[in-house]
C-alpha cells in the first residue's frame, strides 16, 4: 500500500494544535459563515481554491449545521515537495486517478469531465443512472465498497484510492482521521448544502482541482452560468407570475421546501410566486395538511410531489390531493419519473451538475410557449 | 352417585407416566359426606382433580350419574359438579355479590343475561350462608375466612347435586373451619347434595364425614369412619412414636 | 350479572363526553373554521369558502371517526388481554401482532433493496404498500400464535410466547434499521409515529366492517369473559371450553390489533389504558357486559382528545399521534391511582 501521506502529518498536528485553534479563532470573523469567495467562487459558500506558487489550497467548509470548522486540504502535483509550514486536514496528489466517491453527483461532474475511468469504488451501485458509469459496473470495473453510511474499510482499501470523496455530515472527523491515517485523502463534496443551483453546479470547480482538469471544469461552468441567466431572463418578459406549491403529504403532515431551500431558488428564478417563499428556512418544512390546502389549494402549479408518478395513485392516497387545482387541471411535475435504468433518480445525480437544464425544464412546463420544441430532462408531467 | 372404576390417577409427559393413586374402585352414594384423607404429597389434590375432570386419568374413568365425567363437555360438566380449589389470587376489585352470581353462568342464555330467578336463588344462599354484608364489598378487602365463604356460595349457586372441596379450611382457624364444616353438613343433610372434600384435618373429617377415601402409600381404603376404625386403619397411618389414634374417642393425639 | 340499565347514567356521561369531544375535534384544527360554518357543512348546507368543505368533509371527518373506532377497538382488544392473562400489564400489542406490522413495513422500507421497493410504490402506492406489508406481518405473528396455542395448555406460557415473538421481530426491525437508507429510516420511524389523518372514505369502511367483526367476537365472548375472572380453572368448571375459548380471544385481539396497525401504525398507550381508566371509574362491577362497551366508549374518547391536541389547533404544525397518547394518558392514570389510594 502506497503511503502518499507525510508520516509525521499526525505528531505535527498535535504539536502545532493550540497554534492552528488561536489561528482560526483570530480568523473565525472571517470564515465563521462562509468561506472567502474572493477567489474563484461566485455562488457556492462551500468551498474556496488558494492559488499558490507550486501548490493550491482547498478549503471545504464542515457541513455539519452549526459548524464553523473549515478543512483544508494541500493540492500539489505528484512531483513537488510538501511545504511543511502549516497543518493540513489532507495533501492531495492530483491529478488523482483512482476515486472512490460516495454520492451520485459527484460521478455526474466527474463525467462531464471525462474522467468516469477515475471512478474505482462506490456504495450501492444500483443508484447510479450514468449509462457510461453503468457500462463500467456490467465490467466490474467499479467495486461496491458498502453503504453509504457504512463504508467497508477492507473493501476500500483493497481498492487503493487516491482520494475517498465522502459528502460529510456526522462521522467526519472519525472518517477523516481513519482513512487519512490508511493513507486516503477524505475530502467533504458538499454540494447538497449548497442553497444556490449555480453554487451547487460550481462544485465542478473542486473536481477540475482534483484531476488536473481545472481549465475544463471552469469553462464548463461559466457555460452552464450563461445559459442559466440567460433562461432566468427569458421569464422576465412574463408579466403575470403563476402560483406554485411543491412537495407531498407523508402520513399526517405535507412536507415542503422550505423558503429558502434550493427548490425554492430554482422557483424563484424562473420568475414565479413559491407560496412559501417567505418562509426562511433551507431545509424542508412540515406543515398541516389543512394549511396547505387552504394556501395552496388554487396554486396554478405544483411542483416535486414527492415520489408520485401518477395522477391515479396520488389522488387514491389522499382524499384532499384531488382539491387542488393543480391536480384538476393536470399542472403538476415531477422529477420521479426520469429514473436509470436500475432505478436510480436522475435529478439526484446529475441536476446539481445541470442547473441550467433544471431550470430550463421548470421554464418549459411553466410556459411551454417560450420555447415548444424544448424536451425536459429532469421534470416530467405525471402519468395519468 | 359416582363410580370409580379402576381409577388410576396421576401424570404422564413424553411417555414417561408416574402413577398417584393405583386402581381405586369405589363407589360414593348420592346425599354422602365424603372426605379424602391421606398425609401431605400422597395425591389427594390430584385425585380431587380427577374426579372433577380437570385431569385425565391414567387409567379407569369416573362416573357421574351414570356418564364419564371426562367424556362429558364443559357444559355438561357445569351443570353436574361444580369446584371449590385452593386458588387464592384472584383480582382483588371483584365484588362479593358478582363472584356469587358467576356460579349461574352454566344456566343462563349466551349473553349471561340473569333472570329474576337467578337473582332469587343468589339472594338465597348469600342469606343461607350469612354473608350479606359481603356481597358489595371488593375481594381485596375481605379476610381469608370471607373469600372462602363466597367462593363456597359461588359453587352453590350453580345448583349442582355434586359439589368437590379440595383443602377447603386449611386457611381457616378453628372458628371459621368449624363453622365451614357445618355449611357442608347442613347442605348434604338439607338438599341432598354429595359433597366430596379434601383435607389434612384428620379429626374433623372423621366426626363429620359419612365415608372417608383414605389414601395410603401404594393402598387406598373406603368406607364410613367406624367401618375404618374398626379395621384397625389408622392405627397405622403414623409412626406410634409421633402420632397414636384413639378409637375410643376417634381422634389422633400427638405423642408428647 | 349486573343490569345494564342500572348504569344508564354513566353510559350518558361518556356518550355526551365523547360528542362533545367531538365537536370540539372537528371545529379545532391549523385552519380556524368557525363554529357555525362546521355545523352548516355537516349538516349538509353549501357554503362560501369550499376549502371549508373539503377540510370537514374529506379530512377531519374520517380522521374523527378513525381515531374513535381505532380508540375504541384498541381499548376492547386490551381489556381482553387483561381479563384473559389476568395481567394488568396486558395491552393489544401483547401478542405480538403489532411487532409482526411493524417487521413487515420495515422489510418494505429498509429490507428489500431501495428500488425495487419503489417499483412496488408505482403500483400501488406508498401507503397501500405499506398497509399491505403491515397486514401480512401481522397475519405472520397471528400464525404463529395460533401454531403455539395448538400445543399450550395455559395463559401465561402463550403470553411469554407472545413477548418473546414481539422481542424477536423487534430485534429483526432494529438490524434493518441499521441497514436502511436515511430516506427509508426516517419514513419507517414516521410509520411508527401513526397516522390518523391518512384514511379516506372508502377505506373507513372497510377497516370498520373488518373491526367489526373483531369486536363481535370479543362482544360474543363476554360471558366467558366474566367466568374468567375466576382464572382458568374455575372458568372451566363453569362450563368454558378453554380451548375454543383461547382460539376465539386471540382471533378477536389479532383482528383489532392487526387492523388498527396496518391501516394507522402502532398506536400505544390507549388499549393498555382504557380498561383502567374505566375500572377506576366504575369500581362497583366487574361484569364485561358493562365494562366492554365502556372501555371502547372509554378509548375512543381519550384518542379523540389526543388527536386534538396533537393537531395543535391554531398552529400550521402537528405532533406524532403517539408521543401524545403517552404524554397525556400517564399522567391521568397517575391522577387517578393516587387518587383512589386517599
Redesign the interface.
Known amino acids: 500500500m502506497k503511503l502518499k501521506i507525510n508520516c509525521n502529518f499526525d505528531a505535527v498536528k498535535r504539536i502545532n494544535t493550540l497554534l492552528i485553534l488561536g489561528l482560526l479563532l483570530i480568523g473565525c470573523s472571517q470564515t465563521s459563515t462562509k468561506i472567502n469567495s474572493t477567489n474563484s467562487t461566485r455562488y457556492a459558500q462551500g468551498f474556496s481554491i488558494e492559488n499558490k506558487n507550486d501548490h493550491k489550497i482547498l478549503s471545504l467548509k464542515n457541513t455539519l449545521p452549526g459548524s464553523s470548522k473549515i478543512f483544508r486540504y494541500l493540492i500539489i502535483s505528484e512531483e513537488a515537495k510538501i511545504p511543511s509550514t502549516l497543518n493540513y486536514d489532507g495533501i492531495i496528489r492530483t491529478p488523482v486517478k483512482r476515486i472512490v466517491a460516495t454520492s451520485t453527483t459527484h460521478l455526474a461532474f466527474l463525467e462531464e469531465l471525462n474522467a468516469t475511468e477515475n471512478l474505482v469504488g462506490f456504495p450501492q451501485t444500483?443508484?447510479i443512472s450514468s449509462v457510461q458509469i453503468r457500462k463500467k459496473i456490467d465490467a466490474g470495473k467499479v467495486v461496491d465498497v458498502g453503504?453509504?453510511?457504512?463504508l467497508n474499510v477492507e473493501r476500500i482499501l483493497e481498492v487503493d484510492p487516491d482520494i475517498l470523496l465522502s459528502f460529510g455530515v456526522d462521522q467526519i472527523d472519525n472518517s477523516l482521521k481513519r482513512f487519512n491515517r490508511m493513507g486516503i485523502p477524505t475530502a467533504f463534496i458538499g454540494e447538497w448544502n449548497e442553497q444556490n443551483p449555480l453554487g451547487r453546479a460550481e462544485w465542478i470547480k473542486v473536481f477540475g482541482l482534483l484531476l488536473d482538469k481545472e481549465k475544463e471544469a471552469f469553462e464548463f461552468f461559466d457555460n452552464t452560468e450563461k445559459k442559466y441567466l440567460e433562461a432566468k431572463k427569458s421569464t422576465l418578459k412574463i408579466k403575470s407570475k403563476p402560483t406554485l406549491i411543491a412537495g407531498a403529504?407523508?402520513?399526517?403532515?405535507w412536507y415542503l421546501p422550505g423558503g429558502n431551500s434550493y427548490l425554492a431558488k430554482l422557483f424563484e428564478d424562473a420568475n414565479t410566486n413559491y407560496l412559501w417563499r417567505d418562509n426562511n428556512q433551507t431545509g424542508s418544512l412540515?406543515?398541516?395538511?389543512?394549511?396547505v390546502?387552504?394556501k395552496g389549494?388554487d396554486a396554478n402549479y405544483w411542483f416535486a410531489p414527492g415520489?408520485h408518478?401518477?395522477y391515479s395513485?396520488l389522488t387514491?392516497?389522499?382524499?384532499?390531493y384531488s382539491?387542488f387545482e393543480a391536480t384538476q387541471k393536470r399542472k403538476i411535475f415531477t422529477y420521479a419519473r426520469s429514473k436509470g435504468s436500475?432505478?436510480?433518480i436522475i435529478f439526484f445525480e446529475s441536476g446539481a451538475c445541470h442547473p441550467d437544464l433544471v431550470l430550463k425544464d421548470i421554464i418549459h412546463h411553466l410556459y411551454p410557449n417560450l420555447e415548444p420544441d424544448y424536451i425536459p430532462t429532469y421534470f416530467l408531467p405525471l402519468n395519468d | 352417585m359416582i363410580t370409580l372404576n379402576k381409577l388410576t390417577t396421576g401424570y404422564a409427559k413424553n411417555g414417561v407416566s408416574k402413577e398417584i393413586s393405583t386402581e381405586l374402585q369405589l363407589e360414593i352414594k348420592k346425599g354422602s359426606l365424603v372426605g379424602i384423607l391421606g398425609r401431605n404429597g400422597i395425591g389427594k389434590s390430584t385425585l380431587i382433580k380427577t374426579l372433577a375432570g380437570f385431569q385425565k386419568p391414567l387409567s379407569g374413568n369416573v362416573q357421574v350419574l351414570g356418564k364419564t365425567v371426562h367424556e362429558m363437555t364443559p357444559q355438561q360438566r357445569a351443570k353436574c359438579l361444580s369446584i371449590v380449589l385452593t386458588e387464592r389470587k384472584f383480582n382483588g376489585d371483584l365484588i362479593g355479590k358478582e363472584l356469587i352470581q358467576l356460579g349461574r353462568q352454566p344456566h343462563t342464555n349466551w349473553r349471561g343475561k340473569q333472570t329474576p330467578e337467578d337473582r332469587e336463588i343468589v339472594s338465597q344462599i348469600i342469606k343461607q350462608l350469612n354473608i350479606e354484608q359481603l356481597a358489595d364489598q371488593m375481594l381485596k378487602t375481605m379476610s381469608d375466612g370471607e373469600v372462602q365463604k363466597i367462593l363456597l356460595a359461588r359453587a352453590l349457586a350453580q345448583q349442582t347435586p355434586l359439589i368437590f372441596l379440595d383443602e377447603p379450611s386449611s386457611h381457616l382457624d378453628l372458628f371459621n373451619k368449624s363453622l365451614l364444616f357445618q355449611e357442608i353438613k347442613q347442605i348434604v343433610r338439607k338438599e341432598g347434595k354429595t359433597v366430596v372434600f379434601s383435607s389434612h384435618y384428620l379429626n374433623t373429617t372423621i366426626q363429620i364425614c359419612d365415608q372417608i377415601i383414605l389414601l395410603l402409600n401404594n393402598q387406598w381404603e373406603y368406607g364410613s369412619p367406624d367401618e375404618l376404625i374398626e379395621k384397625g386403619v389408622f392405627e397405622n397411618m403414623f409412626p406410634k412414636e409421633t402420632v397414636l389414634f384413639d378409637p375410643k374417642q376417634k381422634q389422633f393425639n400427638i405423642c408428647i | 350479572m349486573t343490569e345494564l340499565s342500572k348504569y344508564k347514567g354513566f353510559f350518558s356521561f361518556l356518550i355526551g363526553m365523547l360528542f362533545l369531544c367531538l365537536v370540539f375535534n372537528l371545529s379545532l384544527?391549523?385552519?380556524n373554521i368557525p363554529l357555525w360554518e362546521a355545523i352548516k357543512i355537516t349538516l349538509g348546507y353549501p357554503t362560501t369558502k369550499?376549502?371549508f368543505e373539503?377540510?370537514l368533509l374529506?379530512?377531519?371527518i374520517?380522521k374523527a371517526i378513525t381515531a374513535m373506532l381505532t380508540g375504541g377497538s384498541l381499548g376492547v382488544c386490551g381489556l381482553v388481554m387483561q381479563t384473559y392473562f389476568k395481567n394488568p400489564l396486558a395491552g393489544p400489542y401483547v401478542l405480538g401482532i403489532s411487532s409482526g406490522a411493524s417487521l413487515g413495513v420495515a422489510l418494505l422500507l429498509m429490507g428489500s433493496?431501495?428500488?425495487?421497493s419503489?417499483?412496488v410504490?408505482?403500483e400501488?402506492?406508498?401507503?397501500?404498500s405499506i398497509m399491505i406489508a403491515a397486514t401480512l406481518g401481522s397475519f405472520l405473528v397471528f400464525c404463529l400464535i395460533l401454531i403455539a396455542t395448538a400445543r399450550l395448555n395455559n395463559s401465561t406460557s402463550l403470553l411469554i410466547l407472545g413477548l418473546m415473538f414481539g422481542s424477536l421481530t423487534a430485534a429483526i426491525v432494529n438490524i434493518l434499521m441499521f441497514?436502511g437508507?436515511?430516506e427509508a429510516l426516517q419514513?419507517y420511524v414516521?410509520?411508527s409515529?401513526g397516522?390518523?389523518?391518512?384514511i379516506?372514505?372508502s377505506e373507513l369502511k372497510i377497516l370498520s366492517f373488518i373491526l367489526l367483526i373483531g369486536l363481535s367476537i370479543a362482544v360474543y365472548s363476554i360471558k366467558n369473559l366474566n367466568s374468567l375472572l375466576l382464572g382458568e380453572n374455575y372458568a372451566r368448571s363453569l362450563g368454558v371450553s378453554l380451548q375454543k375459548n383461547r382460539y376465539l380471544l386471540i382471533l378477536s385481539s389479532s383482528i383489532l390489533a392487526g387492523a388498527t396497525t396496518a391501516f394507522v401504525?402502532p398506536i400505544g398507550f390507549i388499549g393498555l389504558a382504557a380498561p383502567h381508566l374505566i375500572r377506576l371509574l366504575i369500581s362497583s362491577t366487574r361484569d364485561h357486559k358493562i365494562v366492554l362497551p365502556a372501555v371502547f366508549l372509554g378509548g375512543a374518547l381519550l384518542l379523540l382528545i389526543c388527536d386534538s391536541i396533537?393537531?395543535i389547533p391554531g398552529?400550521?404544525?402537528?405532533l406524532?399521534?403517539n408521543g401524545i397518547t403517552s404524554l397525556i394518558g400517564a399522567p391521568l392514570i397517575i391522577l387517578l391511582i393516587l387518587r383512589q389510594k386517599g
Do not use: C
Open positions: 444500483d443508484y453503504m453509504s453510511q457504512q403529504i407523508y402520513q399526517d403532515a412540515a406543515l398541516s395538511i389543512e394549511v390546502l387552504e389549494k415520489q408518478t401518477s395513485i387514491a392516497e389522499h382524499a384532499l382539491k436500475k432505478g436510480g | 384544527g391549523s385552519v369550499p376549502t373539503y377540510i374529506d379530512y377531519r374520517p433493496s431501495w428500488l425495487s419503489w417499483f410504490f408505482s400501488v402506492g406508498l401507503r397501500w441497514f437508507s436515511k419514513k414516521f410509520w409515529f397516522s390518523l389523518g391518512n379516506n372514505t401504525g396533537a393537531q398552529s400550521a404544525y402537528v406524532p399521534i
